[in-house]
């Protein structure tokens, strides 16, 4: 027990500085290059400590304490082509790390993870204006194992968020210290060969505050579900679909300030799927492919958020080397051209891609 803990501390002073990526409305998704290379097609079929991330329920299958830490190296090509030219969109899209870990003792239905992620992050930059958004989260569950086909998880989720925006020459810059919300894992063996899950996360309501000003900001709740199946001892696929609540998000307003941000975002769906092939026994080559849908709308735009529609591509590898594991991943991300109607007539476009790495040993 004191080994877990130590370990998982060294790993969250490590994994303090999270970079963004763009998702639906400003989610991150990517928590292990494990699932970035089978597009986070992994509620279901996870079968190793990021399980921790993705479905806390399946530890229950893995034995003893893990631990995993990644790093990840992003860009983005985003602008918008208005009847004066094309803008760029010259937010940075942030290198960063992630962290998960686990205790699962052999003789005990019991046991305990911790993860350490960025799951929202917005960073966009239209020439004089500019909106940050960061929302780090730690994950506590402890798990149970009811058979040897059924396990839970529940735990909470403790949130940190910082915004700062600049709007026509005024700024803002607060942050809120801790907000809460739960979370629930299910992992399910039906039958041989064949796994599913459900993740549920209930978001949390954040009041990010400066001084007088205040903005209220709703994390969205999410949900996803999902089957794997194994094809003798070689192959695994998995099909996912995510839906997430954006609409909670009415606007980014300045309570106490100037500055108003509508927005008017609508709920989002992706569907993920995920190939891994196991080469040989500490060796595996993953794929994937997902569609994930934008939470903008075309007639009520938000360019502070500017997320769209897209279809992202994935690869990865992963084996052993010198007593740890070693994952490899890469995904580029094609968003469709999106024409908006309001509030300003424009056309959008965006182009992203990932690449991380993670290490990963069992004590």
């Known amino acids: 027990m004191k ?3 130590t370990v998982a ?14 998702a639906a409305g400003f989610a991150n998704n990517d928590f292990s290059a494990s699932g970035l290379a089978v597009s986070n097609a992994m509620v279901a079929g996870i079968s ?4 921790a991330s993705y479905n806390p329920a399946a530890i229950a299958w893995l034995d003893g304490i893990r631990a995993e830490g990644s790093f990840s190296v992003r860009s983005r090509n985003s602008s918008v082509k208005l009847l004066a030219g094309i803008q760029s969109n010259s937010g940075s899209a ?16 019991f046991g305990l993870s911790l993860a350490f992620s960025t799951p929202f992050s917005n960073d966009t930059v239209w020439g004089g204006d500019s909106t940050s958004i960061r929302s780090d989260r730690l994950s506590l569950d402890l798990i149970y194992a009811i ?4 396990a839970v998880a529940h735990g909470v989720d403790i949130y940190r968020t910082t915004m700062s925006m600049t709007q026509a020459g005024t700024n803002f810059s607060g942050e809120d210290q801790a907000s809460f919300g739960i979370n629930i894992g299910i992992h399910w063996k039906p039958a041989p060969l064949w796994q599913m899950g459900m993740m549920l996360r209930s ?15 709703k994390l969205p709740e999410q949900i996803t579900l999902g089957i794997s199946h194994d094809v003798a001892d070689a192959l695994r696929f998995e099909a996912d679909i995510a839906y997430e609540r954006w609409s909670r998000i009415k606007n980014l307003n300045v309570q106490g300030g100037t500055m108003n941000y509508a927005a008017d975002l609508k709920d989002t769906l992706a569907i993920k799927t995920g190939l891994t092939w196991y080469w040989l026994p500490d060796t595996a080559f993953r794929f994937g492919y997902a569609y994930e849908q934008g939470a903008n709308r075309t007639s009520a735009f938000q360019a502070a958020i500017a997320d769209q529609s897209g279809h992202r591509l994935s690869l990865g590898a992963g084996g052993e080397v010198f007593d740890v594991y070693i994952n490899v991943a890469y995904a580029y991300t094609y ?9 300003v007539v424009s056309e959008y476009r965006d182009r992203e891609q990932s690449m991380m790495i993670s290490v990963s040993k069992e004590f």
Do not use: E, Y
């Open 203 to 217: 978001g949390t309501k954040t009041k990010v505050k400066s001084g007088s000003q205040l903005v209220d900001l």
């Open 48 to 51: 190793d400590v990021t399980a």
């Open 9 to 22: 501390g060294l790993l969250c002073m490590w994994g303090s500085g999270l970079g963004s990526v763009q």
């Open 94 to 109: 942030r290198n960063g790390n992630s962290l998960n870990a686990s205790w699962m003792p052999h003789d005990s239905n």
């Open 335 to 343: 968003h469709r051209k999106l024409s908006v109607s309001a509030p």
């Open 3 to 5: 080994r877990l803990f």
């Open 147 to 150: 058979s040897s086909t059924l």
